[in-house]
């Protein structure tokens, strides 16, 4: 089973996005109901993760039904923003504790001896 499970990030698939779970969560639950997890990894857990943010919520609070606002938008607010992100990336470590989603690559036990 291959899953990405949000840990940081503005609600989606709204109503139905009920909970945040952490890595250890993740593991307790999955491991559980007898899956074995082969792989573990956190995704966008840099200084990154700010600038990820910001631009989630500029998005979200800024766009406009007009096509070509939201292109200049896009060139002149959010793609700065990345850009940013992309370098703080480069500059600062890793954060094992704040990330954007988790990505867990598990596999059933059951039926193994």
Same mark, same amino acid.
């Given at each position: 089973m291959l899953m990405t499970v949000p840990f940081i990030w503005d609600?989606?698939?709204?109503?139905?996005d009920?909970?945040? &779970?952490?890595? =250890?969560? #993740?593991?307790?639950? $999955?491991?559980?109901?007898?899956?074995s997890i082969i792989r573990q990894r956190k995704s966008v857990n840099n200084f990154s993760v700010i600038f990820q943010l910001i631009?989630?919520?500029?998005?979200?609070?800024?766009?406009?039904?007009?096509? &070509?606002?939201? =292109?200049? #938008?896009?060139?002149? $607010?959010?793609?700065?923003i990345n850009l940013m992100g992309i370098i703080s990336a480069i500059i600062f470590?890793?954060?094992?504790?704040?990330?954007?989603d988790n990505i867990v690559l598990a596999e059933n036990k059951k039926g193994i001896s």
């Open positions: 609600e989606h698939e709204q109503p139905w009920y909970a945040r &779970y952490s890595s =250890y969560g #993740l593991k307790k639950i $999955l491991e559980k109901h007898i899956f631009n989630a919520w500029v998005y979200k609070k800024l766009s406009l039904k007009n096509k &070509y606002i939201n =292109y200049l #938008l896009l060139l002149f $607010l959010i793609f700065p470590p890793v954060n094992e504790d704040l990330y954007l």
